[in-house]
């Protein structure tokens, strides 16, 4: 069965674009999160979903981000202006449902880097 | 505030030796402490993963001990082979919470 899929891979911007990451979860899972991953840096947790809600986000870094779930499915994690320091590995990761023991599968992230 | 403290940052092993890296948190509440892997240009996948009613976990050359008074587990690698060679995250979490992963170690295994 197909894994967690993002696009695009590899995203080059210049400073004060916009820009837009795409998440496809495991098919029946319905917990959704997004991690930024700098370099050198561990993982950095930005928001969760379960279904379409995302009931905490306080994780994103300032109000330039922001991102949505349509459909229980596809996520997009959404950078305004972006800024330098904006660069890095964004990662999605999906579970059967949100909770300690449920495992969460990765997608091979999307890296940003912002010129 | 970071709830999951892991070290060293990076570590070489020559083929063979064991490897051997440390968690430390601080949230009493936690109660799932999963291990995961990440080879360059892929996601971090699940490696293994322990509860705290029990002191360690093997599956294969990988294992868990965990301390629960100290509040520290620690992944041991035996044997450890090149193609072992991956960052690996320690990470926490609790009943329906998010998980909070440790900064990475980066593990280099010599032939």
């Known amino acids: 069965g197909a894994g967690v899929s993002q696009s695009p891979s590899n995203k080059v911007t210049e400073k004060g674009k916009d820009v837009e990451l795409r998440c496809d979860p495991i098919?029946?899972?319905?917990?959704l999160y997004w991690y930024r991953q700098s370099l050198g840096q561990g993982l950095e947790f930005l928001i969760y979903?379960?279904?379409?809600?995302?009931?905490?986000k306080s994780g994103l870094p300032s109000d330039r981000f922001s991102a949505e779930r349509t459909g229980g499915s596809v996520s997009t994690l959404t950078i305004q202006r972006t800024q330098q320091e904006d660069s890095a590995v964004y990662l999605c990761a999906s579970s059967l449902a949100r909770g300690s023991y449920n495992e969460q599968f990765f997608g091979p992230g999307t890296r940003l880097t912002v010129l | 505030q970071q709830q999951v403290k892991q070290s060293p940052q990076s570590l070489i092993v020559q083929k063979g030796g064991i490897s051997i890296i440390n968690c430390a948190y601080e949230?009493?509440?936690?109660?799932?402490f999963p291990w995961y892997q990440q080879f360059p240009g892929k996601g971090p996948a699940l490696l293994i993963a322990?509860?705290?009613?029990?002191s360690e976990k093997k599956e294969g050359r990988f294992t868990i001990s965990f301390n629960k008074s100290a509040k520290q587990f620690s992944l041991h690698i035996m044997d450890s082979q090149p193609g072992d060679s991956a960052t690996y995250f320690c990470?926490?979490?609790?009943?329906?919470?998010?998980?909070?992963f440790g900064a990475g170690t980066r593990l280099t295994v010599k032939p």
């Open positions: 322990i509860r705290p009613d029990v």
């Open positions: 098919s029946g899972h319905t917990a």
């Open positions: 979903f379960q279904g379409n809600s995302a009931p905490d």
């Open positions: 990470a926490a979490s609790w009943a329906a919470n998010d998980m909070r």
């Open positions: 949230n009493t509440a936690f109660d799932y």
